[in-house]
């Protein structure tokens, strides 16, 4: 059933059916014939044995029209009294009516007109509530009435008297209608408890009050939501896209959670025609019950209800061959129907894909999204620690602050990258406020376990000149381009503390996983003698190292060292690394730029574990060989980087268009060098790609199964009528691969090739029939292609619509090519993702913790971490993760301090059921396949 109404497209129904240039019919001959056709639809479907009437009932009105040219009043009651038999069977079939709005969140406008669009909205339902003492209404996101709350106040108490009548439905369990593919598992968890919290406190509702999630608009729907949304006490899930023919169904996630599942029969933006009910009698008969619904109001730029919709329900209900409508909401319905759930239609998995072209649209987005959500993470397991071990204060409403906009963030069509400039530019500025935020709490909290470290055995001879004092000036190398002082940084920076030829450092890894990798350090303002440096772990023992690139360099008027080390780290912890001028031995690193003498270049990359070959004009990598698994990973096709025309009339940021001309322009390459030295091998060159530049990286660490690509791209490339461009790197496997692992939110799923981008939140991982697995993950991006025995990032996209110029200028990149099972998938994108920080710490100072401490560790490679926090109330700490795995797994987990209690707790952070096996530090439980598992835990 593709549509139900008069008026053809959902659209057109929508924004057409009150033009006052669209003829209307007679009122009297509109009554008739929609009664007859709805009589039609009855017995068709609900009951044929009064077939024979409706059709003679039929051939007398089609007589009468073809004779007089219309149909009379007296017509109209004839056929009512013809009819009559089906009165009682129709007004059996109950249709809750219930009125929205659709608001999209700084969709084609900014937020300024969004903040208006909400109280204009909002304040015309107050009135029509008012005037119409049976009308309901509804209104989904959480953000909605906090927009209210901030800018109209007395809106907000006139709202409040309304829900507490059930007239004024909060039908928002999500702080806005979020993105389900690209938003991570965190995300998931926060938008269900902050909702839930916000509007409890705000309407003085209880959590039990809020049982739907109400997503008509998402662009496709991860397998895990039944899973997330069950452990937060949502029981029904409405969506509008993603399913064709199933209304109402049993939705089960890969743990085994379900939920009712509602797919809008005919659209939810929906002005009242006479043909608005026509498909009540099918949908009757396919979800097996007399209870329907029918959602109105028009959207997008809110609107909702209108004063014709109302006056028309109440008068086509009183038509006796129509259902009985009623003024309803979306918990009556859900509630009237959740009998049928033992012989609904069962859907498992993800309801995807749709809208592809979302995963890669308006990048700057994507990039938000992503390094604003493991900002989060890792400044609340920061600051977790801090509190726990330092008692440091835990910042509740900084960082809330942060979450709400970084939620804001994710509706369905900001994340996506589906809107306009003023989309853009709200999106990024939420981002850096986010990141401000953040930063501060993190710092401030792994200076307070840092501050804590006793560092009075620590005894290195040191120049006393005084002349290496730094002033505590600080940034992200890694995210810097040219040298003209232009940063791209997110994270931390890495500030110059303390004075002196011997220096402290305290790296704190945040993720679960032992850090064994190259680092970078910044000595800021060091004038000793950098040929005498060493630096030495916590141990003692010495570290390798090298100094990278020149040795003295300027930035803003502070000059800088940059070193490269290779300590180890343990996980959910940190380790103290010492600089000091009291030695030689550092490695250079080696560039291939002799003119004495004329060697041929090797353009090749390896270690003991990959080698890596270069095309020595094109730069594309023709070889990737696992030594450890004596295989070669790609085909003669190699990979590479792509220059992509998209047909535009088929594309836009939505949709990637139909390629036209893969390559079809001059790729220039130049600047190639190649560095090998005791911790890495690199080679890097610039690559001209139509008008825009490259400037490209590839690194394998000396113990690395993995390549890091680091690509600048100074992109100039603007969409047009013809063509779409796009930027792709593709890789193209030597073995057949059936099926491909992605991650997803909380979980891991398996998709067949397809040629079409598909979601990835962090990683796609190539099956191979051997055990040379092959995955690419990344640090921005979300969209993954997987077709005929290939894998493909998708890098950029400069869409044209609805923004014509989404993507011009810099954008930094890093993704990651690896060898390996999933485990090293998740590994190595954590470590991408999460980088490590360094926080300065003095000698001499006195503490309680040692130079090297892991705060948590897991005993298994299948659970995956996904936050730690501090619980809501204060009491205790909030640990979430899920199982890789078809059976249950019995987990050990060590903590900080001693347990005094721990609980199974649900997404809200209520306890569930006590857990009893634990001693001093260590928590031994069962975690749940496929799913999430949240505890809380509870320290002495």
Known sequence: MKKRDDLGHHWQQMVQVYNPERQQKPYWEDRCLQQLKMAGEYVKHMDDRYGDLVEETAVYVNEYMEKHAYVSKEVCEEVEKRLTVLSGPLKGIKVHCVSHAHIDMNWMWGFHETVEVVLATLDTMVNLLEEYPDFTFSQSQASVYRIVERYDQNLLEKIKKYVKEGRFEISASTWVEHDKNMVGSESFARHLLYTRNYLCDTFDMKPEDFTIDFEPDTFGHSAFVPDVLSQAGIKYYYHCRGLNDTYLYKWISPSGASIIGYSEPVWYGNSITTGSFIHIPMLAKEIGINETMFVYGVGDHGGGPSRQDIQRIRDISSWPLMPNLVFSTYKNFFDAVAEREPYLPVVEGEINPLFTGCYTSTSRIKMANKYGEKSLMSTEFAATMANQINEHPYDFKGLESSWEKHLFNQFHDILPGCGINFTLEHALGNFQEILAVNNVIKRKALEAIASNIDTRHIRHETAETGTAESAGFGVD??????????????????????????????????????????????????????????IYNSQGKVLD?????????????????????????????????????????????????????????????????????????????????SKLEDCELLSEKGSNFRYIKEDSKTASAWVIGDYVTVDNCLKEVTERKFENNALYARASFKMKVNGSILEVMYTIGCDDQHIHVHVKNHWNEIGCEGFTPQLQYKLDLKNPCKTYSFNVPMGLVDREPANDDLAGLDFAYANQPSSCGLYVCSDSKYGYRTLENSMALSLIRSSR???????????????????????????????????????????NQTGQLPLNKSFMSLDTTSIIITSVKKAQNGEGIIIKFYLNSDQDEKILLRLPKTIKGAYLSDVLENALQELTNYNENKLILIAKARGLSIIRVIFD
Request: glycine fraction near 8%; hydrophobic fraction near 30%; charged fraction near 25%.
């Open 801 to 843: 619509s609805p923004n014509s110029h989404p993507e011009n200028g810099t954008h930094l990149t890093d993704f990651i090519i690896g060898t390996g099972d999933i485990t090293d998938a998740y590994r190595e994108a954590s470590f991408l993702n999460i980088p490590v920080e360094s926080v300065n710490i003095p000698l």
């Open 477 to 534: 190398l890694r995210a810097l381009v040219d040298n003209k002082g232009i940063s791209y940084g997110t994270g931390l920076t890495q500030r110059g503390r303390y004075s002196g030829g011997t220096r402290l450092y305290t790296l704190f890894n945040h993720t679960q996983y032992t850090r064994h990798e190259n680092v970078e350090i910044v000595l800021w303002d060091y004038r000793e003698d950098l040929d005498k440096i060493c």
């Open 545 to 625: 190292f090298i100094i990278e690139g020149s040795h003295f360099n300027q930035y803003w008027g502070h000059w800088f060292t940059k070193l490269i080390v290779k300590p180890e780290i343990p996980a959910f912890g940190y380790e103290v690394i010492i600089i000091s001028s009291d030695g030689e031995g550092h490695e250079k690193s080696k560039i291939d730029t002799d003119s004495r003498t004329k060697t041929p270049p090797k353009y090749c990359l390896e270690n003991r574990y990959i080698s890596v070959t270069f095309d020595p004009v094109t730069m594309d990598i023709i070889s990737l060989y």
